[in-house]
């Protein structure tokens, strides 16, 4: 009796320290990224000096004066987000819009998992449609010698953030207490002025932290991206030009990199981490507030 | 007065209009990429291309190795990761009793699921392939997938956790039970469902993934065992996909590979999106 109670306890003791050490592993996880990008890329900064780095607007790694300034890939990741944001969210938003206070109930049914596939489908797969759909249109549209570019690459973008935008903005909406609704219609508002006027700034913060989420993801796709924006350290000064974001910066010379040039692909990664994380630390303060009200 | 009456109707008439044509286009699009990526591929199918290895010798493609490769890693990656995530979403719900270490934990299953891919990769390089010696090799890769989906596993578990009553828990805590008799006894069999969706959802986000295998997995088509396979590189579909259409112009594979994913993609919505209904339905009853 004394002794299965002991073995009893200890059990308990045993899971209970378990389940700790499995959530702390979490912890663990994110300061193993952190540290191990940070002793990464942090010497190639020190090396090239942050201000050539940051704002340098030449990259060229394998060249005899090799040249390392990464304006080039913000400024391009920069555009291509917004970019994807400007195409992304109005359609997202009124899609968004639709499906949470206007569709019929057997509509919704069909529509929301069409639009979660949407999210399911792999990034390569929009690559490799972008390559074979986008870029020819848009070299015979523009009658451009290569089609592939920062235009490109924003189309593609913008149908990848559309599922996340569609889905928290959903959420948004939904959430907005019904009595808004009567309040404004009781008050002579049609249906469309009381949702447009009433419910969406209401939901103001959740469509927000619905944009900075596509904004995330945006800025984070590298598969895709690489497969349709040409890849040329050029600097964007218009949507035709071939270019590179952070992501593809890291992913095109990842693999044949050496010395200094490897160091400098990490650097890059550690200036997205930091893009990230900003965005991450904007995306949570939205939902906050969101949940607060 | 009738100014301002036209004017509502004019406002009325473009939101339902313009609301209606997004939804549109957004359902439209969806159908345009499924039925191209189909419609496309039926002529490049031939059994040959899915059950073969390539053959430089006879000048053949096939990407049996890719599928298995894929299956391997998705299936490593979710034996390390439900473990981890489900004991994770076990002691925030559960166990914790101190709100300063749950606040902590949450935020970084946060900052996980906000980290692009190709940032994963470069740490699983760093860590797994260079710091712990694995080289490039599929486990390197099941161990970027397993911390990746993290939070996914973690989320669902949440979720399914909250939805199992406190009076069941107060029942066996009742009947003399003690904490960890009662998770494993009654807490988690009713959450099955929840735990399983977030394995459907994380097996579709790992068989999607790229940019993060790209470094960690390698490229070689070779067809082994699980086992082998395990210490050696090898290309998912994904990566195969990448390789085949951007850097050998090899549209017919590419075609098949992508059609392979969009199927697999579709069977893993269906499946998670049944699976959701069925829960749903049990919150409601």
């Known amino acids: 009796m004394f002794q299965a109670e002991k073995k009893f306890i200890n059990t308990e003791k045993i899971a209970y320290w378990v389940f700790l050490v499995l959530g702390v592993m979490n912890v663990g996880f994110v300061l193993m990224i952190c540290v191990y990008l940070l002793l990464a890329g942090s010497p190639a900064i020190v090396k090239i000096g942050p201000l050539d780095f940051l704002f340098g607007t030449q990259w060229a790694s394998t060249a005899a004066q090799p040249k390392f300034g990464i304006l080039p890939f913000i400024l391009t990741s920069v555009y291509g987000t917004i970019g994807a944001i400007i195409i992304g969210l109005p359609l997202g938003f009124f899609s968004a819009v639709y499906l949470a206070k206007m569709c019929p109930k057997k509509v919704r049914m069909v529509v929301e998992p069409v639009v979660d596939l949407l999210a399911g489908i792999p990034s390569v797969v929009y690559g490799f449609i972008g390559m074979l759909v986008l870029v020819p249109a848009i070299r015979e549209i523009f009658g451009l010698p290569d089609g592939s570019g920062l235009l490109a690459a924003i189309i593609v973008l913008a149908i990848m953030i559309l599922p996340s935008i569609i889905k928290v903005s959903v959420t948004a909406i939904e959430a907005v207490p019904e009595e808004y609704t009567l309040g404004s219609l009781a008050l002579g508002a049609n249906k469309v002025e009381t949702i447009f006027r009433v419910v969406v700034p209401a939901a103001r913060s959740g469509i927000s932290a619905a944009v900075v989420l596509g904004v995330g993801r945006a800025i984070g796709e590298a598969m895709a991206v690489m497969m349709v924006a040409g890849n040329a350290a050029n600097m964007p000064y218009s949507i035709f030009e071939s270019v590179r974001f952070l992501t593809t910066a890291v992913a095109s010379e990842m693999s044949y990199s050496s010395g200094l040039q490897r160091e400098a692909l990490f650097s890059i990664a550690l200036v997205l981490f930091a893009f990230i994380m900003i965005i991450n630390a904007i995306l949570n303060m939205l939902l906050k507030k969101g949940i607060k009200r | ?285």
């Open chain 2, 1 to 285: 007065m009738s100014i301002s009456s036209t004017k509502r109707k004019i406002y009325k008439t473009t939101m339902l209009t313009l609301s209606n044509v997004c939804m549109a286009i957004t359902v439209a699009l969806v159908f345009f990429l499924v039925i191209y990526i189909f419609v496309k591929s039926i002529p490049y199918f031939t059994w040959e291309l899915v059950s073969t290895s390539p053959s430089y010798l006879n000048d053949t493609i096939g990407v049996l190795p890719d599928i298995m490769n894929t299956i391997y890693i998705i299936f490593a990656a979710l034996l390390m990761v439900l473990p981890m995530g489900v004991g994770t979403a076990i002691y925030l719900n559960e166990y914790s009793n101190r709100p300063r270490v749950e606040k902590v934990i949450e935020y970084c299953i946060e900052t996980l699921a906000g980290i692009p891919s190709i940032i994963y990769g470069l740490v699983g390089m760093l860590v797994f392939c260079q710091f712990m010696g694995l080289q490039t090799s599929l486990l390197a890769g099941a161990l970027t997938l397993m911390i990746m989906n993290l939070p996914t596993i973690i989320r669902t578990t949440q979720e399914s956790l909250k939805t199992v009553p406190q009076s069941y828990r107060e029942g066996a805590f009742g009947l003399g039970a003690a904490k960890w008799r009662v998770i494993r006894t009654v807490v988690l069999p009713s959450c099955i469902d929840g735990i399983v969706t977030g394995c459907i959802l994380a097996v579709g986000r790992m068989m999607g993934e790229s940019a993060a295998l790209l470094f960690t997995a390698g490229f070689a088509h070779n067809l082994n065992g699980f086992f082998d396979a395990m210490n050696s590189a090898g290309a998912t579909l994904t990566v195969a996909l990448y390789v085949y259409a951007k850097e050998q112009g090899q549209f017919e594979v590419a075609f098949v590979i992508a059609a392979i994913l969009m199927f697999m993609s579709l069977a893993i919505n269906i499946t998670a999106s049944v699976l959701a209904r069925r829960i749903q339905r049990r919150k409601e009853a």
